[in-house]
């Protein structure tokens, strides 16, 4: 069973940093996407970050050169560092891991979508 388990997050000023991590626990196969995506209240959950297996990212305009993601495809964790905040990046940030499931020997699929619980990030002062 496949779980993500979210640390990090909390209150900081305008203009302050904070990093959010998540950890992947069971098997998520070798080729797979993790990332971050946010909901404010009010608001529709919107992708923040994403980063591939191999590598390849994928940030939402809004967070370009504030925001970096990083992982760790050993341990398995994805971390977003979040420079230069502003009060509207106030939400609750999830986790969130994609993969492909193999299902059988001719090389049926499923896509497997996990989230987290949530942390909350407060950008206030």
């Known amino acids: 069973q496949v779980r993500l388990a979210e640390s990090g997050g909390g209150l900081v000023q305008p203009g302050g940093s904070l990093s959010v991590s998540c950890r992947a626990y069971?098997?998520?196969?070798?080729?797979?996407?993790m990332g971050w995506y946010r909901q404010a209240p009010g608001k529709e959950r919107e992708l923040v970050a994403t980063?591939?297996?191999?590598?390849?990212?994928t940030y939402a305009d809004s967070v370009k050169d504030r925001f970096t993601i990083s992982r760790d495809n050993v341990l398995k964790m994805v971390q977003l560092q979040m420079n230069s905040l502003k009060p509207e990046d106030t939400a609750v940030y999830y986790c969130?891991?994609?993969?492909?499931?193999?299902?059988?020997?001719?090389?049926?699929?499923?896509?497997?979508?996990?989230w987290g619980e949530g942390i909350l990030v407060t950008v206030s002062s």
């Open positions: 980063m591939t297996s191999g590598g390849g990212t």
């Open positions: 969130n891991l994609e993969f492909l499931k193999v299902l059988n020997v001719e090389g049926a699929t499923r896509k497997m979508d996990y």
């Open positions: 069971g098997n998520i196969g070798s080729r797979n996407t």
